[in-house]
Every structure is written in structure tokens, then in C-alpha cells.
């Protein structure tokens, strides 16, 4: 059985990951959607709205799974015996970082190969942080982010 991460912060998770999400669920027998602590970062939700929010949001999805780790993510990879890391590609910007990751989780443990999965054009700009910014100034990110991360955070924002 293949198993595959996909590692990352999702604070918010877009529609951009869900697709690069979808794209994986359709390759590998289990992904594992895995969101990082970051003791070094105060997220905009905390890691337990990220972990429920994605799970409302690829109910679809019978091959996905939802976790949350601490620590390496090849250490989190070995730890539940997975042989793939899915890193998401908006935009040739994003490669040089992604590749100097990949190389260096591939000297930590060479046995976890990196997949790099491309996302659908019309996600091509959205970010996380560009979905804050137009929520913190009363826009409207309904085309962004999966229904139920648009309804959680307009209410949110409406207390």
C-alpha cells in the first residue's frame, strides 16, 4: 500500500490544497493530510480548527485521512510508514524552495521519496495569507476556501 503526506500549515486550508489534495488521493492507495505545529508561529486558527475544518471539508474523500504531528516531517513520515511527501506547486516561485526541501529531507531519510503536484491555474494565486488579508479587511473569500472554512471564519469574524 502506498502512503502518502501531505505535509503543511493549512491556516486556512484553500481550495488550491484541496485540489493538489484530490490530485494525490487519486495516485497513492492513503494520503495523510498532515498539519505542522509551529511552536515558533502563532497561527490565525489554532491547529485543532485546521484538523476539524479539513476533515469537513473532503468528507468525499475515502482514501484521506487527517492527522496532526510535531517535530520533522520525514520523522513523521518513517514514524507511520509512509513512502511519499506531496508538496504542492502554485508557481515556478515556489519550486526553488520545495526543491531545497525535498533534497534535504531526501539526506535525512532517502527511503521517503517528494512528489510535487501542480495545482489548477485558477488557484495558482491563492494563498493562505492572501486569504487572511481579504478577510481581515471584509472581503469576500467564498471562491477561495471550501464551504466549510467560508462559513467558520465569517462567522468568526461577524463575534
Do not use: W
Not at 48 to 56: N, Q
Not at 66 to 73: H, K, N, P, Q
Not at 103 to 130: M, R
Amino acid at each position: 500500500m502506498k502512503i502518502a503526506i501531505y505535509p503543511g500549515s493549512f491556516d486556512p486550508v484553500t481550495k488550491g490544497h484541496l485540489d493538489i489534495l484530490k490530485n494525490a488521493a487519486g495516485i497513492f492507495d492513503k494520503v495523510i493530510i498532515a498539519v505542522a505545529h509551529n511552536g515558533e508561529k502563532k497561527g490565525f486558527l489554532t491547529v485543532e480548527e485546521r484538523v476539524k475544518l479539513i476533515k469537513a471539508s473532503i468528507e468525499n474523500l475515502d482514501n484521506v485521512e487527517v492527522d496532526a504531528f510535531d517535530g520533522l516531517t520525514i520523522e513523521y513520515a518513517k514514524k507511520i510508514g509512509a513512502q511519499v511527501l506531496i508538496r504542492g506547486l502554485r508557481a515556478v516561485s515556489d519550486f526553488e524552495y520545495e526543491m531545497q526541501l525535498s533534497q534535504t529531507n531526501s539526506a535525512l531519510c532517502d527511503e521517503v521519496k517528494t512528489v510535487f503536484l501542480t495545482t489548477k491555474p485558477k488557484y495558482n494565486f491563492i494563498s493562505s495569507s492572501t486569504i487572511k488579508e481579504i478577510l481581515a479587511n471584509g472581503g469576500d473569500i467564498s471562491k477561495f476556501v471550501p464551504e466549510p472554512v467560508y462559513e467558520y471564519l465569517t462567522k468568526r469574524e461577524k463575534q
